[in-house]
């Protein structure tokens, strides 16, 4: 005899049709709220459990339907400074794929620029109301321990990285801690002696201080290599000051950043090439285009997770902030490139 519970059984119990209880457990607009949770209420008490099998079949045959316009989300970009967010690759990269996941799914994602529309939180809460939009996704902040403060309560929300303070939303970024490590161990193969990390304390800070936590566990379990302190350049000094301050102390052969800096031509002013005389690797590495050596942090994929989560959420009904804040962490890949080279013998150093 076969025990499970079925929809038509939890249709005669509520008293409705099973087509009903279908849309209610999948928390379908055509079904009022009182009534969803009703028979969502219902089929917990009864025990009900979707047939695995079913459901596989369904997806399927969702896989071979052409996908229909279901509703849009937002991408609100706060950026109001010097700097544009999506001309940073990585959060580009983020944008883009967030875009594609959205598109095979059947949701437009549209862009809210505050420096562009001047909203106001309030204002934006109101437009989003009015245009029936419930699904966000909060992208990196400008400067780490930002709040926008929405009315949460109404939407389903996802956010990029660390910079959004408090975190209690839901959060995809990549396994920083992880590629710190992943460009560590390729380093130390790849024969360098002195690694060197040169990193702005506002990133370090956007990553939760992950970047600065796997160099020194790095450094706790491998004191056979020589490792230096870290250059944290603290908002508001010049980086050239930084790095020729730091570098005259410690005499690094390799520089590993997250940030465009150093570049070639501030460390050409210091009398140094790149790779001959210093190696330069990059913790957030652009793309197949990029020369440079470094972690390619998965940045469309991480656009990808954002999407299937939030949809997820949509579907489930889930609004506010969360009980318990889920981290979903994409783990990076080295890409070797033209800033590093193997090392068989230890460089002179320029000269003071």
């Known amino acids: 005899m076969n025990s499970r519970v079925t929809l038509r059984d939890i249709a005669e119990v509520a008293n409705v049709h099973y087509s009903s209880v279908s849309l209610a457990l999948r928390d379908h607009p055509r079904v009022s709220a009182p009534v969803r949770e009703k028979i969502k209420k219902l089929a917990q008490e009864m025990g009900y459990v979707p047939d695995p099998a079913l459901s596989a079949l369904n997806a399927y045959r969702k896989t071979k339907l052409p996908v229909h316009y279901k509703s849009t989300l937002a991408w609100i970009d706060t950026w109001t400074g010097k700097y544009e967010l999506r001309d940073q690759p990585t959060f580009n990269e983020y944008f883009e794929g967030a875009l594609e ?21 309030k204002r934006l809460t109101q437009v989003l109301n009015s245009r029936g939009i419930v699904g966000i996704l909060l992208p990196p902040q400008e400067s780490p321990r930002n709040r926008l403060d929405l009315d949460y309560t109404q939407f389903s929300t996802v956010t990029f990285g660390y910079s959004i303070t408090p975190h209690v939303f839901h959060l995809v970024t990549n396994h920083q801690y992880h590629s710190m490590s992943l460009a560590l161990e390729e380093l130390t193969r790849l024969g360098y002696q002195r690694i060197g990390v040169y990193l702005h304390d506002y990133v370090d800070s956007k990553t939760d201080n992950a970047y600065t936590s796997s160099y020194w566990s790095f450094q706790q379990h491998h004191p056979e290599h020589s490792f230096l302190p870290a250059c944290i350049v603290p908002d508001g000094k010049s980086d050239r000051e930084a790095l020729a301050e730091w570098y005259d102390q410690y005499k690094p052969d390799v520089i590993l950043s997250d940030t465009d800096e150093p570049t070639k031509e501030m460390l050409a002013d210091m009398g140094l090439r790149v790779p001959e005389d210093i190696g330069c690797a990059w913790l957030s590495q652009s793309g197949e285009k990029d020369h440079r050596a470094g972690i390619d942090q998965k940045g469309q994929i991480i656009g990808q997770t954002a999407i299937d989560f939030l949809v997820g959420m949509l579907q489930r009904g889930e609004r506010g902030i969360p009980e318990t804040p889920i981290r979903m962490l994409v783990e990076g890949s080295w890409r070797p490139g033209k800033t590093i080279a193997p090392q068989s013998k230890p460089k002179a150093r320029r000269k003071k």
Do not use: C, I, N, V
């Open 101 to 121: 996941r959205a598109r095979q799914l059947g949701y437009t994602l549209e862009e809210f620029k505050l420096r562009d529309s001047k909203l106001s939180p």
